[in-house]
Structures are given as structure tokens and as C-alpha cells.
């Protein structure tokens, strides 16, 4: 079978495009370009499935520069030609924007809402009498009762504006009706190839990761003899790590989990069915397992006693402790699923893998402490940049003006008064001035904004390892990789503001959880 991919460089689409190729397929892919070629972030995504994959797996992948975002997914008139004489079978639409914060609404609805569109009407241009849409579960939002595969539109309320993104662009499915649709709505994915669930969105690694954090930062705080975390309960013991923290949750609640293995299963099986005569809809919500017996599971792993579940009222007696916000700030996401998440009706244990919680906590720990092929994140400011969600510069400056980062530091800096130029280029350009004055940062705007007295230019790759900590911006400067006009003093001086937050880890992240 001949098969287009959109999404390969993400979670689930590089394990369905890894298992294409492992079955024989003829895979193409539809990638953005970023930093490096298009080619290039598919094959290194691909890369760790390699030992497992044909020998000639490269030669039988075929890659095509675009964008869902825009139209025709950005395929060229000639890139187009070329994919319609390959006679396609099936466009398996993979690509999406898995973030859940409300400023991020314009941007969710532009990749996963438009992206579909963009998907469906190049499917349609090219061919394909298969299109096969990767939802999700939870466009279920907060649905009073048990939601299945029947179900869409109950007049549910939803928690964020990924599960409304996600919702409309199945609504739009159903309303063009074309044969030959099927929608698949994966719950929690977890588990797959080592490697590649280390970039994975979901509750349970970001929990882990949450609390490796945590233990990271006091045992660096306690190598220099400060102790600030002691207050608050933290201490190793021969037992393990003691972290006496309250999380807002009930701990009958139920995570819904379905293996990557599982998700990836039900499309090959999909493709080989018959082709149906109306928009199908597969549910994998997977299996549930309640919310305290996950909490046990990962706290016995990782030797860490203490977490508590607890009734937010609970907060209103006693309110949150430092560490407790912190932790709180780098999970919220997830906040309402630990509450109240949505049911689901009971699986199909054959085709459905039990997750072993243990295992995945045990490959996860060893994924991050690294004891595995690919170098560990051993910092912890750049824990904080992947645990905070950062993956873009307008990211990181999005939360530093709204002073969700590097307060403490801007604080004890209320002298700075200057306005700074970022032009950052990525996947999406990032072009803003930056007005940092007492002990505040914002956005100079556009209208009467104040002039520059500085600016950078850099690629975001780059800029994230700087505010990462993995770069110093002043030696990549005076590499060539930086490029600075206007007042050079000036931007030098006031460069460390790039990484303020993540590089002077005892000094500024630290001190601002320990408080």
C-alpha cells in the first residue's frame, strides 16, 4: 500500500510511520522544514526504530515540505503533480498541536481544526480513497455520562481548548461525510520505543517528570548546604526521597491509558478492513486505572514518599506551600482530569495492552537519568524549559511577561531600563521588542512602541539551548552564531536576561520554589 503521513516528527506519528515501514509500506511524509531540511527531522525522528526496521526503509520513504496550517498543507504545484502520479491509498493524518493553555487557542484551532481541513481537502486532491483522522478521547470534555464511539456532539463543556479544537475538526468530518473517513480517538497514549516517548505529552510522564524535578532541584540545593527546601518537609531518608506535598485530586478518579502499540495496531487493521461507506469512529480510550493506584505506582518506582490527594477545599484552610504551587504551576494542565475525567466504555482486552505502570516509570527514570543511548537532560533549568512547555521563543517570552518566570530575578534588577529586539527564526518567526524596566518585562507593542536599543538575531534552535542552559549567549555571539546591532554594550550587558531563569539554577529557579 502507498501512503501519505502528516505528523511523522510527533509521538504517534513516528511509531504509525515506524510501523508502516516495518510491514512493507510505501510511506510519504508531509514535514515542515524548521531548522533543518524537512528530510532530515524525519529520519532522525525515525532513527531509533531503525534496528527493527527493513534495511532499506530510507529508500522507501518519500518526504514532502509543507504545513497543514496552510493551504493545500503548502505543496507546491510541481511537489503536488509528483505526489498524484504516485496513486495514493490512504492520507493518515497524524499532525496537531497538543497543548492545552487557553492563550494557545488561536493556535490550536489553526493546526488541529484548519490543519484537518488542509489534510482533507489535499487527500481529496491527491487521490486518496482512505483518510484517517488521529482525535483523541477526550472530545468527550466534560460529558455528564459515558461516552463512546456513537457519541460527538452532547452539548458537553470542555476543560481546554485543545479538546475543542480536536472536537470541531471532528465535527467537520462528520458534516463532509466522505467514504472512506475513519476517526480514531487514542486516550492517555503511553509506552513504545524508549526513545521515542521522551518527547510524549500525557499525565502520567509529566508527573514523573514533575517530581524528578523537584528532587533534583533540593538535592542541588542541599549540595551547597543551603537547605531551603528543608522547611517545607522535603528530606532524603534511607527509604528514599520524602516530598510532603498535596495534590488536588480524587484518587478514585480514573486515567484512561491506551498503549502506543495498541493505537497503532487499530490503524493497520483499518487499513486493511473495507473501505467504509461513512465516516467510522474507533475508540481507544484503552484501560482505566484509578488515579491512587498510579500515584503508588510511580511513587514506589522512584522511591518518593509523601504525595498526598487531597480535595481542593483543602486548599482553602491551609493554602498551597511553595513547593506545593510550584508543582502545582508545571502539572495544571492536567489539573481537571485529576478530578474529574470523563468514562469511557470498557475495552476490548484483546486488542487493548495492559499497561504495566511500573515498567513505563522504571524506562522513563532511566530514559531522563542516562542510563540509556541518548544523552540525558541532566540539567534542571532545562528540565524546567521542557517540563513548562516551552518549545517556541514566543513561549518563553509569553511566560516572562507575564511574570510566570524570572520575577525574583527582574526583581533584584529593577535598575534595568532597556528595550531589546528579539528577531528569532523557526518554524514561526518571532519578531518583537521587549521593554525591560522596573522589574518588569512586557511587550513594547506596535503602536508608539519605543524604539530598540538593541537587538538580537538568532535561530530558535539556538536561543532555546541558551535560555535551556546547554549554551552561553555571549560565546555563541563571539562564535558568529548571534548576530547584534544597535548598542552591543548594551545587548551583552543585558543578554543573561535570555537565561536568567534556568541558568543561575541556585540563584533564581531555586530560590523562587523554596520561597
Not at 452539548?155 to 472536537?167: D, L, M, R, W
Request: hydrophobic share 45%.
Amino acid at each position: 500500500m502507498k501512503l501519505i503521513l502528516s505528523g511523522a516528527t510527533g509521538y504517534v506519528g513516528k511509531h504509525v510511520a515506524a510501523r508502516l515501514l516495518e510491514l512493507g509500506h510505501e510511506v510519504w511524509v508531509l514535514a515542515r522544514s524548521r531548522n533543518t531540511g524537512a528530510r532530515e527531522r524525519v529520519l532522525a525522528a525515525l532513527a531509533p526504530f531503525a534496528p527493527g526496521l527493513p534495511r532499506n526503509w530510507q529508500a522507501r520513504i518519500g518526504v514532502v515540505e509543507g504545513d497543514v496550517t496552510q493551504a493545500a498543507c503548502g505543496v507546491g504545484p510541481g511537489e503536488l503533480a509528483a505526489l498524484r502520479a504516485v496513486r495514493l491509498d490512504a492520507f493518515i493524518h497524524c499532525a496537531g498541536l497538543t497543548r492545552f493553555e487557553e492563550h494557545l487557542r488561536g493556535a490550536l484551532f489553526a493546526h488541529n481544526l484548519d490543519g484537518t481541513r488542509n489534510a482533507r481537502q489535499l487527500a481529496q486532491t491527491l487521490g486518496c480513497a482512505r483518510f484517517h483522522h488521529i482525535s483523541t478521547a477526550f472530545v468527550a470534555g466534560r460529558a455528564p455520562a459515558e461516552f463512546g464511539a456513537r457519541d460527538l456532539a452532547r452539548g458537553q463543556a470542555f476543560n481546554n481548548p485543545y479538546e475543542a479544537s480536536k472536537f470541531a475538526a471532528e465535527q467537520y468530518l462528520h458534516e463532509l461525510a466522505v467514504p472512506g473517513t475513519v476517526i480514531y480517538r487514542p486516550a492517555i497514549v503511553v509506552g513504545g520505543h524508549p526513545l521515542g516517548e521522551a518527547n510524549a505529552v500525557s499525565t502520567v510522564y509529566t508527573f514523573i517528570k514533575a517530581m524528578h524535578f523537584l528532587r533534583e532541584c533540593y538535592r542541588r540545593d542541599s549540595a551547597r548546604g543551603r537547605g531551603r527546601f528543608i522547611r517545607h518537609g522535603l528530606r532524603e531518608t534511607a527509604a528514599g526521597f520524602h516530598m510532603p506535598i498535596r495534590v488536588a485530586a480524587d484518587p478514585c478518579t480514573n486515567l484512561y491509558l491506551v498503549s502506543i502499540h495498541s493505537v497503532t495496531n487499530a490503524i493497520v487493521a483499518r487499513l486493511r478492513a473495507e473501505l467504509p461507506a461513512a465516516t467510522a469512529t474507533v475508540q481507544l480510550s484503552g484501560r482505566a486505572y484509578p488515579l491512587g493506584s498510579v500515584r503508588d505506582a510511580l511513587c514506589t518506582v522512584m522511591r518518593i514518599s509523601g504525595p498526598r490527594l487531597v480535595a481542593p477545599d483543602a486548599f482553602v484552610a491551609e493554602p498551597r506551600n511553595a513547593v506545593e504551587a510550584h508543582f502545582f504551576r508545571l502539572t495544571r494542565s492536567y489539573a481537571p482530569y485529576l478530578l474529574a475525567a470523563p468514562r469511557f466504555p470498557a475495552a476490548d482486552p484483546a486488542a487493548c495492552e495492559r499497561i504495566d505502570l511500573a515498567a513505563l516509570t522504571r524506562d522513563f527514570l532511566r530514559l531522563m537519568t542516562g542510563r540509556d543511548a541518548r544523552p540525558a537532560t541532566k540539567q534542571v533549568g532545562a528540565m524546567a524549559v521542557d517540563l513548562r512547555g516551552i518549545r517556541t521563543a514566543r513561549d518563553y517570552f509569553d511566560e516572562l511577561t507575564r511574570a510566570d518566570i524570572g520575577r525574583h530575578f527582574l526583581g533584584r534588577h529593577r535598575y534595568v531600563d532597556a528595550a531589546i529586539r528579539f528577531r528569532i527564526h523557526g518554524a514561526e518567526k518571532f519578531d518583537q521588542i521587549i521593554e525591560f524596566s522596573n522589574g518588569l518585562a512586557r511587550y513594547a507593542g506596535t503602536a508608539g512602541a519605543r524604539a530598540a536599543d538593541c537587538a538580537y538575531e538568532l535561530d530558535e534552535t539556538l536561543f532555546l539551548r541558551v535560555i535551556s542552559g546547554e549554551c552561553d549567549l555571549r560565546a555563541a555571539f563571539f562564535a558568529g552564531k548571534v548576530a547584534i546591532s544597535g548598542n552591543k554594550e548594551t545587548a551583552l550587558k543585558f543578554g543573561s536576561l535570555l537565561s536568567h531563569y534556568y541558568r543561575d539554577i541556585e540563584d533564581n529557579l531555586i530560590e523562587e520554589i523554596a520561597l
